[in-house]
């Protein structure tokens, strides 16, 4: 009888001690979420603070980080609730005779099924965040890079994947697929080298539509100074090709023109961007 007594009352033990490293488990698991939880809400403020420090004209929104280490957070508090009540629950069935239960944990799938779905979102989103943050680089690079020429100001300049002659081949594509006509292509190191010069590949493009110009020139005179537009392709002293153009909301500013006419004039900034891709 004593035997017997004795070997129940371990087993009702270990069953207790099991309860409580469960238990115990479940508590490190809420606190592992709500700290993830607390770094994925700041990583937001990371990257802002990245992007700050580069000098960026416009940081875009990591407002999503907040939202997951929020939900991490909620989660890690929700286990911690869950775990207690389980807790006393086997407690008062081990009190009352009973054993714990032998099939698998339904909390334990239900927070691993949780973290699945977040970390999938989580996927795609420091993927887009990636996407978005290497072209504001790209972006911050040509501004950044770009020679002393850059500075002037109501100039842009753009980096271009291919050599002079290509990008300009490219553009001269372009215009004539937009039925843009092309006034003027003046080569200035080709004039140069007839001097006995030289320099660095360089290209000015001159072109443009009477019927897009026409009411430019009628709303603001001086814009004839400007027009037709221009683009300027040219290679830099490391060999680095740019892509050159007044900035269509300079010329507006400059010459005060009407801000529906903008769109005759913005024409350079897609025909550039193309042309250096």
């Keep these: 009888m004593d035997a017997s007594t004795g070997t129940k009352q ?3 033990l270990r069953d207790s001690l099991a309860a409580e490293r469960t238990f115990l488990a ?14 994925v809400a700041r990583f937001g ?8 420090m580069q000098h960026a004209a416009s940081a875009p929104s990591y407002g999503l980080s907040l939202w997951f280490g929020t939900a991490l957070i909620a989660a890690g508090v929700l286990v911690f609730l869950l775990s207690a009540w389980q807790y ?3 407690f008062r069935q081990l009190n009352q005779g009973g054993t714990l239960p032998a099939g698998p944990s339904m909390q334990a799938v239900l927070v691993a099924s949780f973290l699945a779905l977040v970390g999938l979102a989580m996927v795609i989103y420091l993927v887009s965040v990636r996407g978005d943050t290497n072209r504001h680089l790209n972006n911050h690079e040509e501004v950044s890079m770009a020679p002393a020429a850059t500075a002037t100001k109501g100039i842009i300049d753009k980096r271009s994947n291919h050599t002079v002659e290509q990008t300009v081949e ?3 594509s372009i215009l004539q697929a937009k039925g843009v006509t092309l006034f003027a292509l003046v080569d200035h190191s080709g004039e ?3 001097v006995g010069m030289k320099m660095p590949p360089t290209k000015l493009l001159i072109f443009g539509s009477p019927k897009a110009g026409t009411p430019l020139m009628l709303a603001a005179p001086s814009i004839a100074i400007d027009l037709p ?6 290679e830099d002293a490391g060999g680095k090709v740019w892509v050159s153009y007044n900035s ?5 500013e400059r010459h005060g023109l009407p801000a529906e006419l903008l769109q005759n004039i913005a024409v350079v900034e897609a025909l550039a961007t193309k042309a250096a891709e």
């Design 248 to 252: 269509p909301e300079y010329l507006r």
């Design 229 to 234: 537009l221009k683009i300027l392709v040219w």
């Design 192 to 194: 140069a080298e007839k």
């Design 26 to 39: 479940w508590i490190r698991t809420g606190l592992a979420l709500m700290g993830f939880g607390f770094v």
């Design 10 to 12: 371990t087993a009702d």
């Design 170 to 172: 490219k553009l001269k």
């Design 88 to 90: 006393l629950r086997w």
């Design 45 to 52: 403020l990371f990257l802002q603070q990245v992007e700050f």
